[in-house]
T-cell receptor
Framework: SQTIHQWPATLVQPVGSPLSLECTVE??????LYWYRQAAGRGLQLLFY??????ISSEVPQNLSASRPQDRQFILSSKKLLLSDSGFYLC?????????????FGPGTRLTVL | AQSVTQLDSQVPVFEEAPVELRCNYS??????LFWYVQYPNQGLQLLLK??????LVKGINGFEAEFNKSQTSFHLRKPSVHISDTAEYFC??????????????FGSGTRLQVQP
C-alpha cells in the first residue's frame, strides 16, 4: 500500500532563516506531487505541483521554491523566511494515470516563523 | 477560471441532529467531485468521491453526498452527527478536460462544530 511521509512535523524558525521541508511517497511510481499551505483559519492554497522529476509548476509567486530530485521525493524550500510563511504545509500525491486527480495527503508540517 | 464555493464557513449543530454542508462548483462539464475531512493538526482524509454513475454517493463515517448536475452542487449530508465529526470539511473538484494542470480545486472549507 502507498504511504506518504512529511518531516519535520513541527518547526519554529526565525524570520530570515532558510527552510527545507521534505515529503516522500512509498508504494507507487511516477506520482504527481503537490505542496499546499493552510494559513490559520483558512482554506488550502496550492503552492507547487510536479508531474515528474525536475518538473515543477508554481501556482503562486512567492519566496518559496520546490524541487523534485527523485521520483518520490518533493522538497519545499526558502532562502529567507517571512512572517507570512507561517502555516500548515501539506504534501499530497496522485496517480498520473488517473484523470480525476484523487489526492492523498501527508500528515502535514506546522511551521511557525517568529 | 473554474471555482468551488462552500457558502458556510462554520456550521454549528447539536449531537444526533442531521447536517448538510453545501458545495457548488462553476461548471458541470466532465467533473469529478470529492469531499475531504481534516481533523485538527492532521492531513486531509477522503470521505467520498463522485466519478460517474449513481448520483448518490456513500462514504465513510456515515456521510453521503448527492451530485446534482443541473444545480452544479455536491452537498454533503449525515443524518445523525457525533461529537467526533467535529472537523473541517473540504469540497474539491477536478475537471476532466483540465489534464494539463492535474490539480484539484478546493473550496474554502466548512468547520462543523458538533455540540453536546
Amino acid at each position: 500500500s502507498q504511504t506518504i511521509h512529511q518531516w519535520p512535523a513541527t518547526l519554529v524558525q526565525p524570520v530570515g532563516s532558510p527552510l527545507s521541508l521534505e515529503c516522500t511517497v512509498e508504494g507507487t511510481s511516477n506520482p504527481n506531487l503537490y505542496w499546499y499551505r493552510q494559513a490559520a483559519g483558512r482554506g488550502l492554497q496550492l503552492l507547487f505541483y510536479s508531474v515528474g522529476i525536475g518538473q515543477i509548476s508554481s501556482e503562486v509567486p512567492q519566496n518559496l521554491s520546490a524541487s523534485r530530485p527523485q521520483d518520490r521525493q518533493f522538497i519545499l524550500s526558502s532562502k529567507k523566511l517571512l512572517l507570512s510563511d507561517s502555516g500548515f504545509y501539506l504534501c499530497a500525491w496522485s496517480l498520473l494515470a488517473l484523470s480525476y486527480n484523487e489526492q492523498f495527503f501527508g500528515p502535514g508540517t506546522r511551521l511557525t516563523v517568529l | 477560471a473554474q471555482s468551488v464555493t462552500q457558502l458556510d464557513s462554520q456550521v454549528p449543530v447539536f449531537e444526533e441532529a442531521p447536517v448538510e454542508l453545501r458545495c457548488n462548483y462553476s461548471s458541470s462539464v466532465s467533473v469529478y467531485l470529492f469531499w475531504y475531512v481534516q481533523y485538527p493538526n492532521q492531513g486531509l482524509q477522503l470521505l467520498l468521491k463522485y466519478l460517474s454513475g449513481s448520483t448518490l454517493v456513500k462514504g465513510i463515517n456515515g456521510f453521503e453526498a448527492e451530485f446534482n448536475k443541473s444545480q452544479t452542487s455536491f452537498h454533503l449530508r449525515k443524518p445523525s452527527v457525533h461529537i467526533s465529526d467535529t472537523a473541517e470539511y473540504f469540497c474539491a473538484v477536478t475537471w476532466g478536460m483540465d489534464t494539463g494542470r492535474r490539480a484539484l480545486t478546493f473550496g474554502s472549507g466548512t468547520r462543523l462544530q458538533v455540540q453536546p
